[in-house]
């Protein structure tokens, strides 16, 4: 079965400062990974998206996320946050039943 | 259009009440599904419809009825319903279900309910 931890419920960082949102995934066979951001009571929109090539890979919003198939992993990152990137951020494993959510990770951004 | 539609944004009801979420998309997508999403919670998946046939239906309670007259649209059909039912419900599609680097799925603003 698929599933996905995200290990950090609530993370703050301060405006400008760089920002890592981890996650781990199992998944028997080649992993379609996923992350998306959730502002307060809308729904989710894509940040990026990885099926295969290049594990580093680009998003929206100046976000990037790196895929490592030794450590199960697929962290976020972002050089510089913006006030604006406070949401919450979920991390997904698509598999055969449709896309299984982490628990998200809830950003907030210190001015 | 690369939106996916819902309505209403917001809905209260009582428990005896009978009402229905609407969900549309007009990207020419084959899979559609239905989320819950409690508060501060991640989303989980009640139903996919492939096909407008519902594919999966993750043992939920049959006071929620899924419906899809069309490739374009999704209902949810909302009948005796608990308070505990109370959540954002989010729609979202697909280009079909196949595991594929194409298919990724598009989620709509959600319909906010509450049960009295």
């Known amino acids: 079965a698929q599933s996905v931890t995200q290990p950090d419920i609530h993370i703050t960082v301060s405006e400008g400062a760089s920002l890592e949102l981890r996650c781990n995934y199992s998944?028997?066979?080649?992993?379609?990974l996923f992350w998306y951001v959730q502002s307060p009571g809308q729904g989710l929109q894509l940040l990026l998206k990885?099926?295969?090539?290049?594990?580093l890979v680009q998003g929206i919003k100046g976000f990037e996320a790196e895929f490592k198939r030794s450590q199960s992993s697929f962290n976020l990152r972002k050089p510089s946050v913006h006030w604006s990137d406070a949401a919450e951020y979920f991390c997904?494993?698509?598999?055969?039943?449709?896309?299984?959510f982490g628990s998200g990770t809830r950003l907030q951004v210190q001015p | 259009d690369t939106e996916v539609t819902q309505t209403p944004k917001h809905l209260v009801m009582g428990m005896t009440n009978k009402k229905s979420l609407k969900c549309e998309q007009h990207?020419?997508?084959?899979?559609m599904y239905w989320y819950k999403q409690k508060a501060k919670k991640p989303p989980e998946l009640m139903f996919v419809?492939?096909?407008?046939?519902?594919?999966i239906n993750e043992s939920v309670p049959s006071r929620f009825s899924p419906e899809c007259p069309n490739s374009s649209l999704l209902n949810l059909h909302l009948h005796a319903l608990q308070p505990e039912d109370s959540a954002l419900y989010l729609c979202?599609?697909?280009?079909?279900?196949?595991?594929?680097?194409?298919?990724?799925?598009?989620f709509g603003a959600g319909s906010r309910l509450t049960v009295l």
């Open positions: 997904a494993v698509k598999g055969r039943r449709a896309l299984t």
């Open positions: 979202a599609s697909s280009q079909d279900l196949r595991n594929s680097g194409a298919n990724v799925l598009t």
């Open positions: 998944y028997g066979a080649t992993p379609y």
């Open positions: 990207m020419g997508h084959r899979a």
């Open positions: 419809y492939s096909y407008e046939k519902l594919s």
């Open positions: 990885y099926f295969s090539g290049d594990t």
